[in-house]
């Protein structure tokens, strides 16, 4: 039973470069989301998504972006990567029918932008 | 908006000793309250949740949590200390209750546990 895969598990990137962090999972949970932790600073909601074809905004949104085609994946994309997006980055997952907020994360992605 | 307290940077416990970890919390209406805990380059899992009912909620590991609504706190306590258990534990409220669409989590800044043998 995978639950929640995210691909890579390490990436650098350069100022200005674009990458997307892969988000799966195989549980048919409607809601998706993506966030960035930094130290002392908990987790923060980057993107949220409650179903495909439907995506919004969480805290930080700025720099990001999201889909999501289909139920099992949300990628994150990177569209010009700074250095203040340095941060470990976590998809979660949960179901819509369950109703408590019971979210399922993946084991990150650790990115450094020089 | 919702918002966390964890006031404790980091906590220390000697093995088989009870730990406690704090946490206060902001919120509109009533709240759901969630702990997480992490261990080193994982993701977070679940330990235990309160929605309603008992203010006492059990979870895993031997974990449980008391709800004070008067004090608006959410400790996480354990009656004896593992080794094991070190760790960073985050404590969460969610969004308001009957927003079935957003179902976002405010999460703490995290107290990391450590427990000495």
């Known amino acids: 039973n995978a639950g929640v895969t995210q691909t890579p598990k390490f990436q650098v990137l350069k100022t200005g470069q674009s990458m997307t962090l892969q988000c799966a999972q195989d549980m048919n949970h409607e809601y998706m989301s993506w966030y960035r932790q930094d130290p002392g600073m908990g987790l923060r909601l980057i993107h949220y998504s409650v179903g495909a074809g439907i995506t919004d905004q969480g805290e930080v949104p700025n720099g990001y972006n999201v889909s999501r085609s289909t139920t099992e994946d949300f990628p994150l994309r990177l569209l010009s990567a700074a250095p203040s997006q340095t941060s470990v980055y976590f998809c979660?997952?949960?179901?819509?029918?369950?109703?408590?907020?019971?979210?399922?994360f993946g084991e990150g992605s650790r990115l450094t932008v020089l | 908006a919702q918002s966390v307290a964890q006031p404790e940077d980091q906590v220390n416990v000697a093995e088989g000793n009870p730990l406690t970890v704090k946490c206060t919390y902001s919120v509109s209406g009533n709240p759901y309250l969630f702990w997480y805990v992490q261990y080193p380059n994982r993701g977070l899992q679940f330990l235990l949740k309160?929605?309603?009912?008992?203010?006492l909620v059990k979870g895993s590991y031997g974990f449980e949590a008391e709800f004070n609504k008067s004090q608006t706190s959410f400790h996480l306590k354990k009656p004896s200390a593992l080794v094991s258990d070190s760790a960073l534990y985050f404590c969460?409220?969610?969004?308001?209750?009957?927003?079935?669409?957003?179902?976002?989590?405010?999460f703490g800044s995290g107290t990391r546990l450590q427990v000495q043998p």
């Open positions: 979660a997952s949960s179901s819509r029918g369950r109703g408590t907020g019971e979210l399922f």
């Open positions: 969460a409220v969610r969004d308001l209750p009957g927003d079935t669409g957003r179902r976002a989590l405010t």
């Open positions: 309160y929605i309603t009912g008992d203010n």
